[in-house]
C-alpha cells in the first residue's frame, strides 16, 4: 500500500507540473527578433526564416495547434520591386525570378462557433530596403518596435488566453510581406485557413513598443463596429486613447477590413528611430507593452459572451487623401490630438531642416491654407511642386515663428 500511495502520489506530483501557467516572456521575444542575427528580417531572406522558426517554436511551446498550409507555415511567393539577384539576400525561384515569404499560424480550438484573429507583422527592413528613411552606410534596421514589439504582444495574448474566454476560437497570425505593401496578410485572406464567414473580428499590434509617458495610445477601425467604442471606453484602465475611425490604414488590419470583418489597429506612435537602425529592443517600453496586453486582453473578456462582432463600413480616410509632389521632410506625430499637425521627427537635408524646424514645433500654417488637422496639412501641401516657395507658421513654446520653406 505504501508503494502504491507514493506512485500515485508521484504521478499527481507529475501531473500537477505539467499545468499551464503563464509566463510574461515579452522581453525575451523583442531581444531575439531584433537580434542582429536576423539582419532585420526581411521578407524573403534568411532572417525571416529564423525569425519564423523562433515563432513555430513559440506557438509550439504555449500548446496552440497548426493552422497554416505547411503545419504553422503559410508561404506566399511574389516579384520584389527590386531586383531579386540583388545583394539582399533573398531565397529566388529560378524559374520566376520570385522569392518566398512566410506567414506563421497558431490556433487554439475551444470548439466554438466563431474565431478571433489576432496578428502582428514580423518581417522588418533587413539592411534598408525602399521603406528606409536612413541616410549613411549600410546598417542592419533590427526592427524591434517595428514590429518585434507587435509579435511579442501576441505572444502574450497567446499565453492569457490559453485557459481563458473560451466562447471563440482563436487564430494567431505573424505576418511577412507587410513593409512591402500588406502581402503576407493580403494573401491569407484571399487563401484562408478558414473559414473567414466565422471570423469574429481582428485586433492588429503594429508598433506598440513605444508608450510614452503621457500613456496615448492610438487605436485604429473603432468605427468598424458598433460595440467598439464601448467597449474601449468600458474597459480603458488609464490609456489617452487616439481614436480613428477607419477601417483603412499602413497595416495589416486594412486586409481585415476589405473582407467586411470589425477591426482594432494599437499603435504607440512614431518616433526618430522609425525605419531607421537604431530601432532597436533597449530602447522599448516593456512595462508599457505589458500594459497593452492587459489591455486587449480586457477586452476580449468583456466581449467573450457577446457573440459575433456585427460589422459596420466606415469612411475611407484613404480615398481622399490628397497626392503630393513635395514633401516637407518631417514625421508627423500621429497621436498629436491639439489643433495643426505636430513635428515629431525632421529628415535631414529636407526643406522643413533647411528652413529651421524643430521637432515639437506645431505646424498651425502651411502658404494660404490654416492647419488644424492632419488632413488639412496634407490638403495645403499637396498644392505644391518641387521648385515652389512659401511661408510656413509654426507654434512653439506658445509663440509664432514664421519660416521660409523651399520645396
Not at 496578428?119 to 534598408?128: K, R, V
Not at 484562408?192 to 513598443?209: C, E, Q
Not at 492610438?218 to 490609456?239: D, M
Not at 489597429?265 to 537604431?278: A, C, L, M
Amino acid at each position: 500500500m505504501k508503494k502504491i500511495s507514493l506512485l500515485v502520489l508521484f504521478i499527481s506530483l507529475w501531473g500537477c507540473k505539467q499545468e499551464y501557467t503563464y509566463e510574461n516572456k515579452i522581453k525575451k521575444d523583442v531581444s531575439f527578433l531584433a537580434d542582429d542575427s536576423l539582419e532585420g528580417r526581411e521578407t524573403g531572406t534568411k532572417g525571416e526564416q529564423a525569425a519564423a522558426a523562433y515563432i513555430v517554436e513559440r506557438f509550439t511551446e504555449l500548446g496552440l495547434q497548426p493552422k497554416g498550409t505547411e503545419g504553422f507555415y503559410q508561404a506566399f511567393s511574389f516579384k520584389p520591386k527590386t531586383d531579386p539577384h540583388s545583394e539582399v539576400n533573398y531565397t529566388v525561384n529560378p524559374e520566376d525570378s520570385t522569392i518566398t515569404g512566410t506567414n506563421v499560424l497558431g490556433y487554439i480550438d475551444n470548439q466554438a462557433e466563431n474565431t478571433i484573429i489576432i496578428g502582428a507583422h514580423y518581417d522588418h527592413l533587413g539592411y534598408g530596403s525602399d521603406g528606409s528613411l536612413h541616410r549613411g552606410e549600410k546598417a542592419i534596421h533590427n526592427g524591434a518596435d517595428d514590429n518585434a514589439s507587435g509579435v511579442a504582444v501576441m505572444l502574450d495574448l497567446a499565453a492569457k488566453l490559453m485557459k481563458a474566454n473560451t466562447s471563440n476560437n482563436y487564430l494567431f497570425m505573424a505576418f511577412s510581406g507587410e513593409e512591402m505593401g500588406l502581402l503576407g496578410s493580403n494573401y491569407f485572406t484571399k487563401n484562408a485557413t478558414l473559414d473567414l464567414n466565422k471570423a469574429n473580428y481582428m485586433i492588429n499590434m503594429d508598433m506598440v513598443g513605444r508608450l510614452k509617458q503621457d500613456s496615448t495610445l492610438a487605436v485604429y477601425g473603432v468605427g468598424t463596429s458598433p460595440r467598439w467604442k464601448q467597449t474601449l471606453s468600458a474597459t480603458n484602465p488609464g490609456f489617452k486613447l487616439i481614436e480613428n475611425e477607419s477601417g483603412v490604414g499602413p497595416s495589416d488590419h486594412t486586409s481585415f477590413y476589405l473582407q467586411d470583418m470589425p477591426v482594432l489597429h494599437f499603435f504607440t506612435g512614431q518616433h526618430d528611430d522609425y525605419h531607421r537602425p537604431g530601432d532597436d529592443s533597449d530602447k522599448l517600453n516593456y512595462e508599457g507593452m505589458d500594459a497593452i496586453s492587459n489591455y486587449i486582453f480586457d477586452i476580449i473578456t468583456e466581449l467573450d459572451d457577446d457573440g459575433k462582432l456585427a460589422f459596420r463600413k466606415t469612411k475611407n480616410e484613404s480615398e481622399e487623401t490628397p497626392r503630393f509632389k513635395v514633401g516637407l521632410g518631417v514625421v508627423p506625430d500621429y497621436l498629436f490630438d491639439g489643433e495643426g499637425m505636430r513635428v515629431d521627427g525632421i529628415s535631414e537635408d529636407k526643406p522643413a531642416q533647411k528652413a529651421g524646424l524643430q521637432k515639437g514645433d506645431i505646424v498651425v500654417k502651411l502658404g494660404d491654407s490654416s492647419v488644424v488637422d492632419m488632413m488639412s496639412y496634407m490638403r495645403a501641401l499637396s498644392v505644391f511642386k518641387a521648385g515652389d516657395s512659401t511661408q510656413v507658421v509654426v507654434k512653439r513654446n506658445g509663440e509664432d515663428i514664421q519660416a521660409n520653406i523651399n520645396f
